[in-house]
């Protein structure tokens, strides 16, 4: 998954499940080691550590992102 599908995916689960746009940014970031994800305040870009895909799986993946996204609002 590139980090351009990330933030797509990122930008669908923020529809779908929050009913909310998240007009930001969603990249990995392989240098995140003790946590899953992180949402910058500053820009409100999030940061994904690839081990939630490549370790666990999609599902996983897709409840950190929801995590970050409630940091933003
Ligand atoms: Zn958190």
Excluded: C
Aim: charge should be neutral; glycine fraction near 4%; proline fraction near 3%.
């Amino acid at each position: 998954m590139t980090d351009l599908e990330l933030t797509q995916l990122t930008r669908r689960l923020a529809k779908q499940f929050f009913n909310q746009t998240y007009p930001y940014e969603a990249r990995f970031n392989r240098r995140l080691r003790t946590t899953g994800g992180r949402y910058f305040l500053r820009d409100h870009h999030i940061e994904i550590n690839p081990l939630m895909l490549s370790e666990f799986d999609e599902e996983t993946l897709v409840g950190v992102i929801k995590h970050e996204l409630i940091h933003y609002w």
